[in-house]
């Protein structure tokens, strides 16, 4: 009978020696998953930094010629598979299906989201009748084509895209 009424009196330290192992356990586990986030974040860091260098140091071949392209501006944002930047050759199309010139699985784009018409040394954009629609430098496209401008910024779906007109590209 004493031997338990000794128990009972120990048992309030027992139970706070088991608090403060499970309190350095949960400790423990909390840092090791904040130095994780830590390292992923100085991993993404460094490869933005790669990509940037990497876009800005690509060699020139010497079939280069002064054609339009778009760059991707928010390659880092996204989880899809995209081009750092698509070279404009007569008409394109941007869109979800296979069969555009330019197709990204972007859910946000329709099937059939743009079109990019050549006309002499330009180009205009026009919107194919898209679900979440297209714009350029914010302003969202009518049935009307607009003519594109040296570094307009084109939105479409979930791409942010800046068009260069004339610049040397691979």
Do not use: W
């Amino acid at each position: 009978m004493q031997q338990g009424l000794v128990e009972l009196a120990l048992s309030p330290l027992r139970f706070m020696k088991e608090v403060i192992k499970l309190y350095e356990i949960i400790s423990s586990l909390i840092k090791y998953i904040f130095i994780t986030i830590i390292y992923l974040f100085i991993f993404a860091i460094i490869r933005m930094i790669y990509l940037d260098i990497r876009s800005m140091n690509t060699p020139m071949s010497a079939s280069s010629k002064k054609l339009p392209y778009l760059k991707l501006l928010n390659r880092d944002a996204l989880e899809l598979e995209a081009e750092e930047q698509y070279i404009l050759e007569d008409n394109m199309s941007i869109g979800r299906d296979s069969d555009n010139n330019i197709a990204i699985a972007d859910s946000f784009l329709s099937g059939c989201h743009a079109m990019f018409i050549r006309q002499d040394k330009s180009y205009l954009i026009k919107d194919l009748d898209s679900t979440n629609g297209t714009f350029v430098n914010g302003e969202k496209l009518t049935d009307t084509p607009v003519q594109l401008k040296d570094r307009d910024k084109i939105k479409v779906g979930q791409l942010d895209l800046l068009y260069v007109a004339g610049r040397e590209v691979k």
